[in-house]
């Protein structure tokens, strides 16, 4: 039966949805695609949930995550007000967006544009644009440099784009997807600038050599976002938190869900604060491998980007162009180029054929690149052996 169209809020029938990467069921495949950990949680954290599988299912869980909002506080030397929990960083991602920010599309009253802003770099997560655009509210997406690298506050007030003002401004540290990691020093000097919210989305900071955990605790406009997800190998779960200023964290507390993070998720998060040393060695495991994967890739070719986090950005051999010819290349079809040479497409479908699923974005900044989570060495191993075979 035909539905009427005006049933829809025509923001909702106009929006592009985030797009998760692929969970296909595809046995034997390796799967190098959604940044998930190839490391199964630590023996304590399964049997604490399956401990947790008896009739009290049948009860809601704690509203505020009580007990593993202490745990976090300990963990981070601060108060258990100063923490919310979310169902997966997404979630508190989502609240920021509606709690900080005016949902306004119509023009706004001449200098209040930046009460209705959310602001981010780009590239960086995609989520973003989509969480202001279901809001309402406008975007500022500002280029990062071809490197990926932090602008400055000086470069930031040259260049004019930046709006210092913005209700909400989400950073990346460390960026995805290039994966490059950002100093403390620069966040926090950034964060001085700021006069609106900064979310500083630390998903990835487990993987590298430093956070800013220190600058949410500092400055009351500032909260770091962390997840369970990739560190600590519990995507299943859903479990992310924020931690900022009481008064910040009161307001997202408000509107959030009554039971927003299910009961098997905190006592599976909470179990894995009592197991850190378990998780930091396969912290130490995966960086190994990245690094070693990195040297595997570049002796074949492919410039990888420096990465501090759980995956590299990779551009596959004989597809780096300078940057005056890449605009035109990237309007053509991604196709083989005039050379031959495979695009970054055509590599993720070869890999694929290979049972070898990894991702590629359709945006002119990383068009030519693949995006390789790092899995286990066997898992390494195999790509390169892959991509070899490819170059053949
Ligand atoms: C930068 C970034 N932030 C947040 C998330 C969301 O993580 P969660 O699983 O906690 O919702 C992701 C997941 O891909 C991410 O890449």
Redesign the pocket.
């Known amino acids: 039966m035909k539905i009427r169209q005006s049933l829809i809020r025509p923001l909702v029938h106009e929006l592009h949805a985030y797009v ?2 692929e969970q296909p069921k595809i046995k034997g495949l390796i799967k190098l695609n ?2 998930e950990n190839p490391y199964p949680p630590s023996r304590r954290v399964l049997q604490a949930v399956k401990a947790a599988v008896d009739g009290r299912l049948r009860l809601y869980p704690n509203p505020t995550a009580q007990v593993l909002r202490e745990k976090l506080a300990k963990l981070h030397g601060c108060q258990a007000e100063n923490i919310i929990i ?6 508190l ?1 989502a609240l920021a967006v509606r709690a900080f920010v005016e949902p306004s599309r119509k023009p706004a009253a001449a200098g209040r544009e930046s009460e209705a802003t959310v602001q981010y770099f780009h590239p ?2 995609s ?1 973003y644009p989509v969480l202001a655009d279901i809001h309402g509210s406008a975007k500022n997406a500002v280029p990062l440099p071809a490197d990926f690298s932090l602008p400055d506050v000086r470069q930031l007030q040259r260049a004019g784009e930046w709006d210092f003002h913005a209700a909400l401004t989400f950073v ?1 540290t460390p960026n ?1 997807p290039s994966g490059r990691g950002y100093a403390t020093a620069a966040l926090a000097k950034l964060c001085r600038a700021m006069n609106g919210v900064v979310v500083l ?1 630390e ?2 900071v487990d993987f590298a050599g430093e956070h800013a955990m220190s600058v949410a605790l500092k400055y009351p406009h500032v909260i770091v ?1 962390r ?4 560190s600590y190998s519990l ?1 299943f779960q ?3 938190y924020f931690v900022g200023h009481r008064k910040l964290i009161a307001a997202l507390d408000k509107i959030r869900d009554s039971y927003n993070v299910n009961g098997l998720g905190q006592v599976a998060a909470a179990a894995t604060l009592d197991d850190l040393s378990y998780y930091r060695a396969n912290f130490r495991k995966i960086i190994a491998t990245r690094e070693e994967l990195s040297r595997g890739l570049t002796r074949l070719g492919f410039r990888v980007l420096p990465s501090q986090t759980n995956f590299i950005l990779a551009q596959p051999p004989g597809n780096a162009l300078p940057a005056s010819r890449r605009q035109g290349r990237l309007n053509r079809s991604s196709r083989r180029d005039a050379g031959g040479t495979l695009t970054a497409r055509d590599w993720l479908q070869k890999l694929r054929e290979k049972k070898i699923l990894v991702r590629w974005f359709n945006q002119p900044e990383v068009k030519d690149f693949l995006r390789i989570t790092i899995g286990t060495p066997a898992e390494a191993e195999a790509l390169v052996r892959a991509a070899k075979a490819i170059l053949r």
């Open positions: 998760p990467g959604t940044n979310g169902n997966g960083s997404d979630e991602l960086s997560y989520l990346t995805a989305d998903a990835y976002s997840t369970f997800s990739k995507c859903r479990v992310g």
